[in-house]
């Protein structure tokens, strides 16, 4: 079966830190674009950070950058998301996806293949 696997989301004060894993199975990572989008309540989802299949170029939106970092592990298979510094408004389902990309050096999804089923990440005190 296809599909992605998040993991990692949680409750967690201002400040602190997360790490969303989303775990690929019956497919490989190498020639995909990978991203994470959020979607808060009442709020239209948004991208949140993208990675390139090459692997050697990142998008990350003006509101997560310095702050997040996009990863990926093609043994394992899997891709991360270090959220650091969080803040009330990350708060937000947080999902991955992936897109087989034409572009190797494109850090965007033009149109997912796959999507995570969402994990919650609350940021409050």
């Known amino acids: 079966q296809l599909q992605l696997v998040e993991s990692g989301g949680g409750l967690v004060q201002p400040g602190g830190s997360l790490r969303l894993s989303c775990s690929a199975s019956?497919?490989?990572?190498?020639?995909?674009?990978i991203g994470w989008f959020r979607q808060a309540p009442g709020k239209e989802r948004e991208v949140v950070s993208c990675?390139?299949?090459?692997?050697?170029?990142?998008h990350y939106a003006d509101s997560v950058k310095g702050r997040f970092t996009i990863s990926r592990d093609l043994a394992e298979n899997t891709i991360y998301l270090q959220m650091n510094s969080l803040k009330p408004e990350d708060t937000a389902v947080y999902y991955c996806?992936?897109?087989?990309?034409?572009?190797?050096?494109?850090?965007?999804?033009?149109?997912?293949?796959?999507w995570g089923q969402g994990t919650q990440v609350t940021v409050s005190s």
């Open positions: 996806a992936a897109d087989l990309a034409s572009d190797p050096e494109l850090a965007a999804m033009a149109e997912v293949d796959y």
């Open positions: 019956g497919f490989g990572l190498s020639y995909y674009a």
């Open positions: 990675l390139s299949s090459s692997g050697r170029s990142t």
